[in-house]
């Protein structure tokens, strides 16, 4: 195993991105970079920073022994405790708790009143997210964010009709389509914008596989084009045809579910393709 290798090796398994090695050895992350792709060779203070940093000795670090023996390999990696004696409870299983059975007071509040199980359309983001802060170890805020933004989102589709897709009225509305519609298609865009910032921010440290390149995020980009192309003819058919034909119920899901299937692609997209460029950058330099 080469140099390189055990540098990335290692920072793997301290779940270290090259952002958070390069801090640590106050060097760039193109330096790091380079280190793992042999490239380059880090000093000798620098490896001995890392020796310590990553608790291995020098030998192991520089010939790339991580795995000749059991004790060895139970001294380079101390801190991996076993399932049994780590504490496996999620870090945010309070609030998960609390959602959990604010989200079940809401349906027993419904029930008590006669709604019947229709409080659970209220209570659903609450329960979602309880299931996931008990669940979640990384990024579960954003998980839950998305979580009510659907949610409202697909409440706002099926009981009022209203959809982000309404702005593009914006410069021929009339007064009559009532304007609280178009406020609230508003905010629903300005809400789903943020929140693929938000998700673009909190994965700009991904590192994409070696073997993935330009051509299968160029494949995403076209596929989602045509899965606009296709939902948009499909929409158009649906419209052209008798209403005894083509149920309201079909049309909400096939729009709900076309809508909801880009916004995913498009997310992913954004952040292979934003690594996929930091990663040409940092080769190029």
């Known amino acids: 195993m080469s140099l390189g290798m055990t540098i990335r090796d290692l920072r793997s398994k301290r779940n270290m991105s090259q952002a958070d090695l390069a801090e640590a050895l106050a060097v760039s992350r193109q330096s790091v970079s380079k280190w793992e792709t042999d490239s380059a060779v880090p000093d000798l203070d620098k490896l001995v920073t890392m020796s310590e940093l990553f ?3 020098l030998d192991v670090l520089v010939k790339g022994n991580l795995s000749d023996t ?3 390999k139970s001294q380079a990696y101390p801190e991996k405790l076993p399932e049994s004696s780590a504490n496996n ?3 945010y299983w309070i609030p998960g708790v609390i959602l959990l059975c604010f989200g079940l007071l809401i349906t027993l509040f419904f029930l008590f009143l006669g709604g019947g199980l229709s409080g659970l ?5 609450f329960l979602l997210c309880g299931i996931i802060c008990l669940n979640v170890r990384r ?7 998305w979580t009510f933004y659907l949610c409202v989102d697909l409440y706002l589709r099926y009981a009022t009709g209203i959809t982000w ?3 593009f009225s914006t410069i021929g509305f009339q007064p009559e389509w009532n304007y609280v519609r178009l406020a609230i298609g508003w905010v629903q865009f300005l809400t789903g914008v943020v929140l693929i910032f938000f998700t673009l921010r909190a994965f700009n440290r991904v590192e994409l596989p070696q073997n993935l390149g330009f051509p299968p995020i160029a494949g995403g980009w076209i596929l989602l084009a045509v899965l606009s192309f296709f939902q948009g003819w499909l929409i158009g058919y649906l419209h052209s045809m008798p209403y005894e034909q083509v149920k309201d119920v079909w049309y909400f899901l096939i729009r709900s579910c076309g809508d909801y299937l880009r916004l995913a692609l498009l997310a992913v997209l954004l952040v292979l393709s934003l690594a996929f ?3 040409k950058s940092e080769r190029a330099q």
């Open 89 to 91: 409870r999620a870090p």
């Open 139 to 145: 990024r579960a805020g954003l998980w839950c964010a």
């Open 55 to 57: 608790d291995v000795t």
């Open 165 to 167: 897709q309404i702005i």
């Open 277 to 279: 460029l930091r990663r």
């Open 121 to 125: 359309l209220f209570a659903l983001p």
């Open 70 to 72: 059991p004790e060895e």
